[in-house]
Nanobody, 115 residues
Framework: GQLVESGGGLVQPGGSLRLSCAAS????????MRWYRQAPGKERELVAG????????KYAGSVKGRFAISRDNAKSSVYLQMNSLKLEDTAVYYC?????????WGKGTLVTVSS
């Protein structure tokens, strides 16, 4: 299986970005999907997760109310809409697919929030 993130870039504080993660090589609709991020010098942290059906969604407290995770099983893709971006949201963002022992990671996309 493979995950490929896209949509990162440079954005000013208060701006928005939409990240995408395209999956291939596995039955995407069966997997729980999560977005993580890793800022320079910090550990990787969980940002948001969505169940295979899309009915169960959770967010880290630091992004709740600003970020929205969604998925399109027909397109084998998961998204992260990021609004009201802050300087501290700067990080490499990764998507992850999990189902029992199956575990796939993407290579990440860089989001830089800077004025």
């Amino acid at each position: 299986g493979q995950l490929v993130e896209s949509g990162g870039g440079l954005v000013q504080p208060g701006g928005s970005l939409r990240l995408s993660c395209a999956a291939s090589g596995f039955t995407f609709s069966s997997y729980t999907m999560r977005w993580y991020r890793q800022a320079p010098g910090k550990e990787r942290e969980l940002v948001a997760g969505i169940s295979s059906s899309g009915l169960n969604i959770k967010y880290a407290g630091s992004v709740k109310g600003r970020f929205a995770i969604s998925r399109d099983n027909a397109k084998s893709s998961v998204y992260l809409q990021m609004n009201s971006l802050k300087l501290e949201d700067t990080a490499v963002y990764y998507c992850r697919a999990q189902l029992f022992r199956m575990d796939y990671w993407g290579k990440g996309t860089l989001v830089t929030v800077s004025s």
